[in-house]
């Protein structure tokens, strides 16, 4: 089974590379998007300004601001498998 990763809608060529790699890519526009996913991907642009959390997943969030596609992919590779 491939690993589930959440992406936000606005990485299209990381959706891209992840899915050309067989994973299972959902768009990532909630909280609830994020469960029973093996990783999460953000662009990092609204990164907790307020010091504010609140735990949607207790899966690996990727931010990837500033990485190509492909060390977003190297990234998903190396999640252990769950």
């Known amino acids: 089974?491939?690993?589930?990763?959440?992406?936000?809608?606005s990485l299209t060529n990381i959706t891209?590379?992840?899915r050309e790699k067989g994973y299972?890519?959902?768009?990532?526009?909630?909280?609830e998007d994020?469960?029973?996913?093996?990783?999460?991907?953000?662009?990092g642009i609204d990164s907790n300004v307020m010091g504010i959390q609140d735990i949607s997943t207790l899966a690996p969030v990727i931010e990837a601001s500033g990485l190509s596609a492909?060390?977003?992919?190297r990234q998903v590779?190396?999640?252990?498998v769950q």
Request: proline share 3%.
């Open 1 to 9: 089974m491939a690993k589930k990763i959440a992406v936000e809608q």
């Open 16 to 18: 891209e590379a992840l």
């Open 24 to 31: 299972d890519v959902v768009d990532l526009k909630s909280a």
């Open 34 to 43: 994020a469960k029973n996913c093996s990783a999460c991907v953000v662009t």
């Open 70 to 73: 492909n060390e977003v992919c």
């Open 77 to 80: 590779e190396e999640l252990p």
